[in-house]
């Protein structure tokens, strides 16, 4: 494995950890899966590159792609908590839409930026040796992003959020307004992954209606590979292990790619590695490593 | 003592409105509490106890009537807003605390209940001496759990947690719904004894739906008994002072 493709690892790695922190947000503290970030995350990329294309800053482009994110979580969390939609529904409504509006907001299926300014070609960026600028620009968002996601969730209101996930009856009880817990939390979440959406699409060059297929299995990875390398961990540490989770996640993509496999299989692999990690728990049972070593070397009496 | 805090006037509750199913759980139902009122409410299964606990807090809409506290009216106020004067103990542990939170966070959590939550950061640190005073005070080992998650407490330790926690930020009505009822006998007699003192040292306003009449009889300086949607019986003072287990089945033949 030459150095330049650990590098580039290390900063998809870093990019793509947005959305595993997006979808932390939902999948591990409200506690329910949220399918509109399939949706979610191409409408941010289409947003921001189609700025670009109309010449509006980067800077300015990514935040835009952050406000449309919201956007969609807003509406799934509309359908579900006022329209009573289940939650894999209600996801499932807003992806399916959002595969339209993707289209308008782009004009056609796929845009590109090919001589066009983004967040990568900023000047403390763009001196940077090959692949560094996404290593740089990762880090500093992905810094950025976890410090003040552990800042919210430390705060009154952060603790009613994450009351609401555990506890909803009891959230109820002490007066927290849990339809607008889950819609923040929708919100939020589907924000961070817009600019996921954002950030992967500057650096890869492009935007492509379909680059959403999938995303909400590698999102899973990171959060579940993460748990699965660190185990038991605070809050905080576990928003940390997602972004390991996720440059863990994409050194396994990297393997699998000099396996001789080629990128159409990496959806498969995604599954299987998740399906894997997800099934752990199970396997420990049944092959339970600890319980034969003790056999191994306890006496026979 | 007798300052009326909370009127039911002519409080009607039915589900399944307009379907074949559609049922009436409160039949014109008139109460008064009084301010420091320690109310015991007996009543068979689905004779309307919980229904009329959930009435008054919100979480099931009242048909007609109406429900007024300290001479207001609060039937078109949201559960969420209701407790800022209401707190409710749930006879499920599971019910009363958040699981992967740990003690110290759930007993910060009901400082705020029925309260704004903003953006400030929460000051847990800043709470723990008082936490730890409140919590070796129930005499169950949860004053050495204050960073454990609730959900590796036991069912009385989770229990005496949600009654500490309705009555950290002092309610003007407290529900208890049957709080003790899934607990085993020795610490059920410990949890009650230890509601009791916090009543009457803070003199809650309470209502206690038990189905032990010991306990219906012993605690409290009123009883009622609802059947069918109706209160059938009230009882307080001396009056209930006087009253024995034989009353009660008289009025009340099928609990037991």
Known sequence: MTFGLGVSAIGQGLLWATLGLGLFLT????????????????????????????????????????????????????????????????GILVMTAAYSVNLRIMGRSNLTLLNKPTLLKLSIFANAPMYFDSVFLGFTVIVILT???????????????????????????????????????????????????????????????????????????????????????????????????????????????????NTNDLQLFSS?????????????????????????????? | ?????????????????????????????????????????????????????????GSMPLTSGDILLRGESIVRESEETRTRFLSRVFQDPKLGTAPRMTVAENLLLATRRGERRGLLPRHLKRHMPEFKQLTSGMGNGLGERLNT?????SGGQRQALSFLMATLKKPDILFLDEHTAALDPKTSRELMQTTNDRITAENLTCLMITHHLDDALKYGNRLIVINDGKITFDVSGEDKKKLTQEDLYGFFGEIE
């Open chain 2, 149 to 153: 998650p609730t959900g590796n407490l």
């Open chain 1, 147 to 261: 410090l003040v996601l552990i800042y919210f969730l430390q705060t009154e209101l952060g603790q009613a959020f994450i009351a609401t996930g555990d506890n909803e009856n009891m959230a109820r009880s002490l007066g927290i307004k849990t339809d607008n817990m889950k819609i923040m939390g929708l919100m939020v979440s589907n924000g961070v992954i817009g600019l996921g959406g954002a950030l992967v699409a500057q650096n890869d060059g492009y935007a492509d209606v379909n680059m959403g297929i999938g995303i909400i299995v590698i999102a899973l990875a990171s959060i579940i590979i993460g748990e699965v390398a660190f185990g038991e961990l605070t809050m905080n540490q576990r928003l940390v292990a997602v972004t390991l989770g996720s440059i863990l996640y994409r050194f396994v993509l990297l393997i699998v790619l000099r396996l001789g496999f």
């Open chain 1, 272 to 301: 299987v590695v998740l399906a894997l990690c997800m099934m752990l728990p199970v396997f420990r049972k049944v092959v339970d490593v600890r319980h034969i070593w003790k056999r191994g070397i306890s006496t026979n009496d």
């Open chain 1, 27 to 90: 999948f591990r503290i409200l506690d329910f899966p949220d399918m509109t970030v399939e949706g979610t995350f191409p409408m941010g990329a289409a947003t921001c590159v189609a700025a670009i294309n109309h010449g509006i800053n980067p800077f300015w482009a990514t935040l835009l792609a952050i406000g449309v994110g919201m956007l969609c979580g807003l509406t799934t969390g509309l359908l579900y908590t006022k329209g009573k939609i289940p939650i894999l529904l209600a």
């Open chain 2, 1 to 57: 003592m007798t300052k009326p805090i909370l009127e039911l006037r002519h409080v009607v509750t039915k589900v399944n409105r307009n379907t074949p199913e559609e049922l009436t759980l409160l039949k014109d139902l008139n109460l008064t509490i009084n301010e420091g009122d320690f109310i015991t409410v007996l009543g068979s299964n689905g004779a309307g106890k919980s229904t009329l606990f959930n009435t008054i807090a």
